[in-house]
């Protein structure tokens, strides 16, 4: 048995998140909501069920503002200060208090590596207070929009602790959440709003993490 928590990524979209919601609710569970700021630019609609979320009690983490080119991929103080900062700024004008400062890196369909990080971005991050959300369960629910269920559950069997990143996007994969939450239940695993130590290189704008784990994930400045 594992403790689980879930993740959705770079919705919210008024298609698919209000569903995803739905099926949450029906089993009672919270999860985490990495939204994007081109999702929210979309219109009043994508912000307002990233509010019905907030309200029904799930977490809200900034994902950046145009989940464009990864952090460590763009080294300049402005590429962080526009993908971290002006989202921070803007979620905080459309949701009001969004809850905790979380942050959700992003780039090369969830691998980890030098590209997650830039020494501006973890300096900007800081700044503002973030804890950081990364993952250890990405079963490429984009790619098998259907196999996903049982390559997220075969790695969860070897987890004490998994986060789960998932998409609430309109590519197919969420018509299997259903399927994929009651096997979960039903093998006694535990859904939580809880994080690991593994997965949250930084608390509260303060690292975590020794600087010699966090290394790989940073991109040396040039
Ligand atoms: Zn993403």
């Known amino acids: 048995m594992a403790r689980v928590t879930l993740t959705f990524d770079n919705g919210p979209t008024t298609d698919v998140t209000p569903f995803v919601l739905r099926k949450l609710a029906e089993r009672n569970l ?3 909501f990495c939204v994007v700021g081109g999702q929210l630019l ?8 990233a509010s019905e979320a907030l309200a029904a009690g799930h977490k ?5 503002l145009t989940h464009g080119i990864s952090l460590g ?45 830039s020494h501006k971005a973890l300096l900007e991050l800081g700044a503002l207070g973030y804890s950081v959300l990364l993952w250890n369960n990405v079963p490429r629910d984009w790619a098998e929009p259907v196999a ?15 986060v789960v990143v998932l998409h ?14 009651d096997r979960l239940l039903a093998d006694g695993h ?22 010699e784990k966090l290394a790989h994930l940073v991109r040396a400045d040039h």
Not at 174 to 180: D, G, H, N, W
Not at 191 to 198: K, V
């Open 168 to 181: 609430d996007l309109n590519t197919g994969a969420m018509e299997a959440l259903p399927r994929f939450l």
């Open 30 to 32: 919270t999860a985490y």
């Open 73 to 117: 991929d763009d080294t300049s103080g402005e590429h962080a200060r526009q993908e971290i900062g002006e989202m921070d700024r803007f979620m905080s004008e459309v949701l009001g208090d969004w809850g905790e400062k979380l942050f959700r890196p992003f780039g090369r369909g969830g691998s980890l590596g030098p590209h997650v990080f």
């Open 60 to 64: 809200i983490v900034n994902h950046s």
């Open 42 to 49: 979309r219109g009043r609609e994508q912000v307002d069920v």
């Open 148 to 162: 996903w269920v049982e390559t997220a559950l075969a790695r969860l069997a070897d987890q004490s602790h998994s």
């Open 190 to 211: 535990i859904c939580t709003c809880d994080l690991p130590d593994d997965c949250i290189p930084m608390r509260s704008g303060v690292m975590a993490w020794p600087e």
